[in-house]
């Protein structure tokens, strides 16, 4: 038996109504939740919201993909070329023992060097520039073209949201 993680999308809001179906299925499911405060008009309350909205783990064999998708709540399975997209036992423990050991995990864009961004929010809200990578660290990097010059700073990436385009990467 060859079992292997995959990522489940789920339909919107159903996280929790898949993992249990998947789970009633006697299939292995990870559904990594966090603690968030939440605040309504009369109260406020602590609930466990997935880290990743809309997205589980199950683990299977691959020939097995169709159990998942005629699952009540769960929308498809993640593919990449076409391919189902396997997810390593690593990166499953990883967040594991993070949330385990009480860590604060936030989910953030997924940037890769020479990806065109815009930041969102803070003093530098609106500039855009491209994500480069400068003495081992991600750096934000805006070019001044009229003076043929560029400054590269250090962005946290929750404050960065891709504006699509795609360059070589600045060195």
Do not use: C
């Amino acid at each position: 038996m060859n079992k292997q993680w995959i990522a489940v999308r789920s339909k919107p809001r159903a996280e929790k109504v898949a993992f249990e179906q998947l789970v009633k299925k006697s299939i292995e499911t990870y559904l990594p939740l966090v603690k968030k405060r939440r605040k309504w008009s009369d109260r406020k309350k602590w609930v466990e919201l997935p880290l990743f909205s809309s997205y589980l783990f199950a683990k299977i064999e691959l020939k097995e993909s169709i159990y998942v998708l005629q699952t009540h709540g769960v929308s498809t399975i993640v593919r990449f070329n076409g391919n189902i997209a396997v997810i390593g036992n690593e990166v499953i423990d990883a967040i594991r023992m993070a949330l385990e050991g009480g860590y604060e995990l936030e989910p953030t864009e997924y940037f890769t060097v020479g990806d065109d961004v815009e930041v969102i929010e803070g003093p530098m809200k609106g500039a855009q520039g491209i994500v480069s990578r400068l003495k081992g660290k991600d750096r934000l990097i805006i070019k001044i073209d009229a003076l043929q010059q560029a400054i590269a700073i250090h962005i946290d990436t929750k404050f960065l949201q891709s504006v699509g385009r795609k360059r070589a990467p600045l060195l």
